[in-house]
Each structure stands twice: as C-alpha cells, then as structure tokens.
C-alpha cells in the first residue's frame, strides 16, 4: 500500500463516518429507547428526569463508528442509567463485548470492535462499534500537542510554541557511522528513547528520518498526540471499569480494558506503518500529517 494511500485512507473514512447518518436515522434510532424512556420515569425520582434525557440523548447519537472517546460516553451513560434505575432493575442492563475483528484479508483498512447493551423487555440489542485504528488515529491527530508524555528532555509544561522551538535547536536522530543499527534520539529522555520505537523502522526509513528533520518531528510530534488521547481515555476509562467492578462484572472491566489497549496497540501500529514505508515520499507524508494535525 502505498503512502499516500495510508493518509488518505484516514481522511476518506473520516469524511464517511462523520456524514454517514442522516436525520431520518437518527430518529429512528432515537425511538428505539422510547420505552427504556418511559420505564425510568417510571422507576426514577423526578429530579432525575433531566440527567435521564441526558444519558439517553447521549445513547442515541449514531454513527457508523464510534472512537474510544464516545465509547466511553456511551458505556458511561448507559451504566448511570443502570443505577439510576435501582437495585430492582439494575440487573436488566447487559453489556457484551466482542472482540476486534481484523477486516484487513478483506482488502479495507479497518478493524472493528463490537460492545451490545440491551435492557429487558425494553432495548433490544444496540451495538456500538469501535476500534478502527485509522479512525483513532485521525482522532489522536486532532488533540493540542503537549509535552505530557515527557518524551522531550525538558520541562513537561510548555506552549505549543515552545515545543515546536525546542524540537527545532534540540531534536535530531543521529546514526552510528559504523553500526547502522546503532543510533540515537538527541533531545529525548534516556527512558523513552525505546518507547518511541525508532528501531522498528528499516535502515531506509532510519536514514530519512536522520536527514530530515521535519520528517522526524512529524513522527515525534504524532506520537505524543497519540499518548495524551490514549491517556486522557484511560484516564475515564477507570471509572467505568470501577462501576463494573462494583456491579459484580470484573470479568467485563478486565474484557474492556484488554480491549481498549488492543486499539491502542493497532493504532500505534498503524502510524508506524505510514512513516516505515519502502521509497518513502517524506514531503508527502509531512504535508498530510501537518493537515491531519491542524483542528477541525
């Protein structure tokens, strides 16, 4: 495959995803929990009415994929709304979870994860589909870049322009002369320098990315991105899988969790795969991740 066929990949299913459902099915889908609706006016305490719609509203916006972010909206909604409904019906709320399913021997780009929630006798099973690492990735490309990550050798807390300055007089990737399998990242703490996976990359790529700076930061620049959304989603991840815990399903925390760390695995994959390309167009790969990376 080639590269700009990777990138381009990214921005056509965005572009499909983000204008795949029309009103008409949003409705449709909305009606749908009509009677779940119904039933926790029924069950709830009026001053909930409000937080109920909430959550429901949040339920019913479709898409033909959702990213891990409005996962975690959705799976957090859904478990309110279990509690809110009390001990007595709490238990009617199912959540299952089928594994990644990867889609690639079928010539896309995709690969999808399923979770189904249902409520008895009042919501048929609703899926929610995630994981496609080409989606994640155009997501991970639209947060600020930050130095959370700590994989520059300077202070954690800086302006975008400060690290864009710091990368400039600081950042380079220097290469044995007698080991090309031996090489360094100049401007990256000692204890990260294998976790930026420089070394998965062929001697070409290595090459390139030492001659060419901006090609470099573009890499660089896009796993840290890619740190800060996997972490900020980890982070509210947690409290989901608390609430599972606390509901008696620790089996389907630890099954969400090993789920959400596989998406995170294939994405990293899939942006080391756009960077470690044979005749690799740098030029090209640098344009594309600067406008992947601008905001919406």
């Known amino acids: 495959m080639s590269n700009i066929n990777i990138i381009d990949g990214i921005k056509s299913f965005f572009s499909s995803t983000a204008n795949s459902k029309n009103k008409a099915e949003q409705s449709a889908t909305a009606n749908k929990f009509d009677k779940l609706s119904i039933s926790m006016e029924k069950w709830c ?9 909430q959550h429901l ?11 891990t972010d409005t996962v975690y909206a959705k799976l957090s909604a859904f478990i309110r709304l279990a509690t809110l409904a009390g001990e007595t019906h709490r238990h009617d709320f199912k959540i299952q979870l089928s594994p990644y399913l990867d889609m690639s021997s079928l010539d896309s780009y995709n690969g999808f994860s399923q979770i189904t929630i249902s409520v008895k006798d009042l919501l048929n099973k609703e899926s929610i589909w995630f994981g496609d690492p080409m989606y994640e990735l155009f997501c991970a490309m639209k947060v600020p870049l930050t130095n959370s990550s700590e994989y520059l050798a300077t202070k954690n807390s800086m302006s975008e322009e400060e690290i864009h300055s710091f990368m400039q007089q600081e950042l380079a990737l220097v290469i044995d002369n007698n080991d090309p399998q031996s090489f360094r990242l100049q401007g990256i703490e000692d204890k990260n320098q294998e976790r930026l996976d420089i070394a998965k990359f062929s001697l070409e790529v290595r090459q390139k990315l030492m001659e060419n700076k901006q090609f470099l930061h573009s890499f660089i620049m896009a796993k840290m991105k890619c740190f800060d959304y996997f972490s900020a989603t980890a982070s509210s991840l947690s409290s989901i899988f608390s609430e599972l815990a606390c509901h008696n399903s620790l089996e389907m925390a630890q099954n969400l969790k090993d789920e959400f760390d596989k998406v995170r695995e294939n994405t990293e994959q899939t942006l080391l795969n756009l960077f470690n ?15 992947l990376m601008k905001e919406i």
């Open 45 to 53: 305490d009026p001053s909930d009415k409000d937080e109920i719609e």
């Open 57 to 67: 509203q949040t339920l019913s916006h479709q898409q033909s994929i959702d990213n």
């Open 277 to 291: 390309q044979k005749n690799i167009d740098t030029e090209n790969i640098i344009e594309h991740c600067n406008t």
